[in-house]
């Protein structure tokens, strides 16, 4: 594990966070003198809101039992942001975050300082409401690091390479759900990303997010100079994908096909041959034991993706694919218009890949088999006679 927790001061009693702390921090007679002023912003508001809260927050849970999930076997930052967002004090964190961006610029320096205080107390903050607001200024780290960034330069970024179940649950909201890192954040938070990678208990959604960290991050690479200290190591990509759950790795495949699919700027052959082969080479490991059916689909789905050179990227992905073993395996990728274009230009290819996902010894009919086996044919007729292709036939449902 990487990093280890710094120590954190108590806050600031004059700017408010230590309302987060179980225990009441200010008199009644400071209450009174937090009523709101004229012009006051949502932001004040809601600060003052967490005075009149302070005794719902004594009630409420304690760090260790809101930690607990980490013992568990799920996802520990969903857990967590599940608890923050329902919190003042992530309520609060998510306030201020608002604060930032395009409009920051345009507020009067007092408001900016202001929130730049609670910002970094509310980072700092030992209390459970320290604890939610981190989680939700982790989500948001995109937004801090553009106007605020030496917040993200110091306590945060301490916390998110903490060896604790928090640094864990931390650095699970990073990398499964914070939106909008760009080159030079990925870059600043390449230890936590990458620890997060290799520790994600996510799924779905929040597991094509932590792979494709990884898979931008890589890309990020091929524009940097060979002696660049923020390049990865050679290995290092793999060796984090081998570390993390099949599942991260198989979300990996559907990334690169993904945007290989979608990105326009050029042809997806040029694309494949000067960007996403180098890419696949660095990340994906070698060895039988690291190759899961879960993957495959996602792998000739990313071969279909790209385009005029499936020639070569089906030779470079096919080592890779585990035939599939399913009742009713789902062959859709191979009926959009970009894999009939590949069958109708390179069909003996698109032939060599049914087999791969579908040759002897695995079980299953397809309804989007007989769609492309038929394509296959009306380009080259010589194929209906190929063994393979009579074999793939039987495996073929036909409704008429």
């Given at each position: ?23 009441p921090s200010v008199d009644c007679e400071e209450e009174r003198d937090l ?116 917040l993200v330069d110091g306590e945060l970024l301490s916390c998110l390479n ?8 931390l650095r699970s909201i990073l990398v499964g759900m914070s939106p909008s ?220």
């Amino acid at each position: 594990m990487i990093g280890g927790r710094a120590s954190i001061a108590k806050p600031d009693p004059t700017l408010g966070f230590d309302l987060l702390d179980v225990g009441p921090s200010v008199d009644c007679e400071e209450e009174r003198d937090l009523e709101l002023a004229p012009g006051s912003t949502g932001e004040d508001a809601l600060y003052t809101e967490l005075h009149a809260l302070r005794v719902a927050l004594r009630l409420g849970q304690r760090r260790g039992d809101v930690l607990a999930f980490a013992l568990a076997d799920r996802d520990p930052g969903y857990d967590l942001i599940s608890h923050a967002i329902n919190a003042p004090a992530g309520k609060l964190a998510e306030m201020m975050i608002n604060r930032l961006g395009p409009s920051w610029q345009a507020l009067p320096g007092q408001s900016k300082e202001r929130t730049k205080a609670r910002l970094s107390s509310a980072i700092g903050s030992p209390a459970l409401g320290g604890l939610y607001a981190r989680a939700e200024i982790t989500r948001y780290v995109a937004w801090l690091d553009a106007s605020l960034p030496e917040l993200v330069d110091g306590e945060l970024l301490s916390c998110l390479n903490a060896d604790s179940s928090e640094g864990e649950a931390l650095r699970s909201i990073l990398v499964g759900m914070s939106p909008s890192h760009n080159m030079a954040l990925r870059a600043k938070l390449k230890e936590p990303i990458l620890c997060g990678i290799c520790e994600h208990r996510g799924h779905n959604d929040t597991a094509e997010n932590a792979a494709a960290r990884l898979v931008a991050y890589v890309r990020d690479d091929l524009k940097r100079e060979a002696d660049d200290p923020k390049r990865l190591k050679s290995g290092d990509a793999k060796a984090v994908f081998c570390a993390a759950r099949s599942e991260i790795l198989a979300a990996a495949a559907e990334v690169m096909g993904d945007w290989l699919s979608r990105e326009q700027d050029t042809p997806a052959h040029d694309r494949w041959l000067q960007e996403f082969s180098k890419i696949f080479y660095t990340v994906w490991p070698e060895g039988k034991k690291h190759q899961t059916r879960m993957a495959s689909l996602s792998l000739a789905k990313l071969a279909v993706a790209s385009g005029e050179a499936f020639p070569d990227a089906l030779n470079t992905i096919k080592p890779y694919i585990i035939n599939l073993d399913e009742d009713w395996p789902s062959l859709y990728f191979a009926t959009t218009e970009q894999a009939k274009s590949v069958a109708d230009n390179v069909p003996r290819q698109m032939l060599d890949l049914l087999w791969t996902l579908l040759r002897p010894a695995t079980r299953g009919q397809s309804h989007e088999l007989a769609e492309v086996l038929d394509r296959i044919a009306l380009a080259s007729p010589a194929l209906a006679r190929d063994r393979r292709f009579q074999l793939l036939e039987t495996r073929a449902m036909r409704l008429e």
